[in-house]
């Protein structure tokens, strides 16, 4: 009986390191995704001012800059919170990358059109990711954080399909 107690405790050890090690696995995941997209955001706003006419794409891109910024800290304090370590994000993803590649050569409408685009594409992406982190998230403050900043995100993909259904483009 002696033996059984034991085994099912180091059963229940390797199940919660196993456990343990998921969660982290699936925050390192969760954090680097988020991390890009930001940093992506971030990066083709910047391209915006030099590159665009449209005072509206302007202003996008200022919100932009100015949410995923403030996105990016509260990042940090999650993670601090959750005891945990922001993984190193090694390089921009191959899709953004591209993307960035492309909206480097072009101007004008042209940009307009590939960064809103662009934006879309990512705030899908982001949302859904965020969405899905604040309902089945494994960490706690993780999943706060992914909770409390759902709202800014949606309200910024809304913003950016409103732009893309822009008159002037179609």
């Known amino acids: 009986m002696k ?13 919660a390191w196993i456990f343990a090690e ?17 940093a992506f955001k971030i990066e083709s706003s910047l391209l915006v001012n030099e590159r665009a006419q449209s ?4 202003s996008f891109a200022r919100q932009m800059i100015s949410d995923h910024a403030h996105i990016q800290e509260e990042i940090r304090v999650a993670v601090q919170a959750a005891n945990a370590s922001m993984p190193r994000l ?13 909206l480097n050569t072009l101007t004008g409408n042209e940009f307009e059109q590939a960064y ?6 990512t705030h899908l992406e982001l949302v859904a990711l965020v ?19 759902l709202p800014t995100l949606e309200r910024d993909l809304r913003m950016a399909q409103q732009l893309s259904k822009r008159d002037s483009w179609h």
């Open 3 to 15: 033996a059984f107690f034991s085994s099912l405790a180091i059963v229940a050890f390797a199940a």
């Open 22 to 38: 998921l969660k982290a696995e699936e925050a390192t995941a969760f954090l680097k995704s988020l991390e890009a997209g930001g």
């Open 55 to 58: 005072a509206e794409v302007k």
């Open 90 to 102: 090694q390089e921009t993803a191959a899709k953004q990358k591209a993307s960035l590649l492309e």
């Open 116 to 121: 809103v685009r662009a934006q879309l594409q």
């Open 131 to 149: 969405r899905l982190y604040a309902h089945k998230g494994r960490s706690a403050s993780l999943r706060d954080f992914a909770r409390k900043e």
